[in-house]
């Protein structure tokens, strides 16, 4: 090493070059995680805003709510101008028994909640009814508001 120069490896400079690393096998599933949660809460926040009914003056009655059922309950509603609504969706008078044989061939359960107006005469109630009964729905609950009077005169 006397006077010598000292040389290291092949005369290139180490300075510029780096390792190669492999690529990285894994995926970052973080960002798609944060993306699918915020997304579940839009989804949760605008569900209960979604649920479009038809509007109608229900009367009041002192009768309790019906339990909950697994398969949602067909929806019948009599709104004041006359309309015969069968979920959200408005039915010609002469078609809603065949109507409601087609939903009834596709349901399990015969449950079925019948809306109507105040101001309907009970004669188109029970007409409504009937046609109900002619499809095959015999489970009939009458959707009525809460707080209305009770028999003995005096209001809940």
Do not use: C, H
Not at 9 to 30: D, L, Y
Not at 40 to 48: D, E, H, R, S
Not at 113 to 131: C, E, H, N
């Amino acid at each position: 090493m006397a006077g010598g120069v000292v040389s290291r490896g092949s005369g290139r400079s180490q300075r510029g070059r780096r390792k190669k690393t492999p690529p990285m096998a894994e995926i970052n599933v973080t960002p798609m995680v944060d993306v699918m949660l915020v997304l579940l809460i839009v989804f949760m926040v605008a569900a209960p805003l979604m649920t479009a009914g038809v509007p109608v003056e229900l009367p009041k009655t002192a009768a309790g709510a019906l339990p909950a059922e697994q398969e949602e309950p067909l929806s019948i509603t009599l709104t004041a101008d006359g309309r015969v609504m069968l979920q959200n969706t408005e039915v010609a008078a002469e078609k809603l028994i065949a109507k409601l044989r087609a939903v009834a061939a596709e349901r399990q359960g015969d449950k079925v909640f019948l809306r109507a107006d105040g101001a309907i005469p009970y004669s188109r109630v029970v007409q409504v009814m009937g046609a109900l009964n002619a499809a095959g729905f015999n489970n009939i609950g009458l959707v009525t508001d809460t707080g209305g009077p009770r028999l003995d005169g005096q209001n809940q």
